[in-house]
């Protein structure tokens, strides 16, 4: 019942992409699913045995994904040109991006958003290790990959080949790795 309430909201979000199925939306919106189920199957164990490896690990990943989203948005919202209008309905306010953004952390990684989601899964996922957990966090970060991927065309699309040139010099998801 909990995974039903809160994918209620995550359906609203969604909307207009949800059957736009070469919008990054639609896979990300099955990525969100897969953290929400993972949240559902592990919310019981967030607070228990705090000093253990498994949690301090998972606590460091959430901080992670939570600085990721923090920077990420701020610079897009920054980036935003009120004169200039991105008309793409399919993207959210904060990513009609009228220019490109290379600094800050978008310097080192294209997508920390999506990166953001990918440490918030594996976060959640440490907090109860288990098989079931780990094929959903598997999903998901192949999701929030092909997620960036469907992104990325879209930028290639609006800001040309100026946004390849920014794919060959930076990493998608973490600094000078991967």
């Known amino acids: 019942m909990l995974f039903v309430i809160l994918s209620i909201p995550l359906i609203i979000i969604s909307r207009r992409t949800l059957f736009d199925f070469r919008s990054h939306g639609f896979t990300r919106f099955f990525s969100w699913e897969c953290i929400n189920a993972l949240f559902v199957l592990n919310y019981e164990q967030w607070f228990k045995d705090p000093f253990s490896a498994t949690q301090v690990i998972s606590w460091l990943l959430l901080s992670i994904s939570l600085y990721l989203v923090t920077a990420g948005t701020v610079l897009l919202r920054k980036a935003r040109k009120q004169d200039t209008v991105r008309a793409d309905e399919r993207l959210f306010r904060f990513e009609r991006t009228t220019e490109m953004v290379t600094t800050g952390i978008y310097k080192y990684i294209r997508h920390p958003l999506y990166s953001s989601l990918l440490f918030l899964s594996w976060g959640i996922w ?19 990959y092909l997620t960036s991927k469907a992104d990325e065309d879209e930028c290639v699309s609006f800001f040309g080949e100026k946004y390849s040139d ?12 991967f």
Not at 126 to 144: H, N
Not at 166 to 177: D, L, Q
């Open 166 to 177: 920014y794919i060959s010099r930076t990493k998608m998801f973490i600094p000078f790795i």
């Open 126 to 144: 440490f907090k109860q290790p288990g098989v079931t957990t780990v094929i959903i966090a598997i999903i998901s970060s192949i999701l929030l």
